[in-house]
């Protein structure tokens, strides 16, 4: 069993930055993703990062701007993200998966946080 929080989310202008962060629990080798979802549209993987970390997944509308890191040693994946913009706007889910490029309705993913609000005024 993996359980999952995620924190770091807020307000904040466009063009600003916020880092999210994922405690898990357990030490199991998954690949770990970070998934948004806005209010009437699907469920999209944003980013990934594999066990190792050598191998990472952006979505094009995140290349450039986000940036996906995990430290094994405190459980922990990271999403940095820049230049945020108004359509960055979501609750982001951070998920425990078994495939580097999950698909965006998370089948492929066991565990998920609870979500946490980005909101990026314009």
């Known amino acids: 069993q993996v359980q999952l929080v995620e924190s770091g989310g807020g307000l904040v202008q466009a063009g600003g930055s916020l880092r999210l962060s994922c405690v898990g629990s357990?030490?199991?080798?998954?690949?770990m993703g970070w998934f948004r979802q806005a209010p009437g549209k699907e469920r999209q993987l944003v980013a990934s990062?594999?066990?190792?970390?050598?191998?990472?997944y952006y979505a094009d509308s995140v290349k450039g701007r986000f940036t996906i890191s995990r430290d094994n040693g405190k459980n922990t994946v990271y999403l940095q993200m820049n230049s945020l913009k108004s359509d960055d706007t979501a609750i982001y889910y951070c998920?425990?998966?078994?495939?580097?490029?999950?698909?965006?309705?998370?089948?492929?993913?066991?565990?998920w946080g609870q979500g946490t609000q980005v909101t990026v005024s314009s």
């Open positions: 998920a425990a998966c078994r495939a580097l490029q999950a698909n965006h309705a998370g089948t492929q993913c066991d565990y």
């Open positions: 357990g030490r199991a080798s998954y690949v």
């Open positions: 990062i594999s066990w190792t970390g050598s191998n990472t």
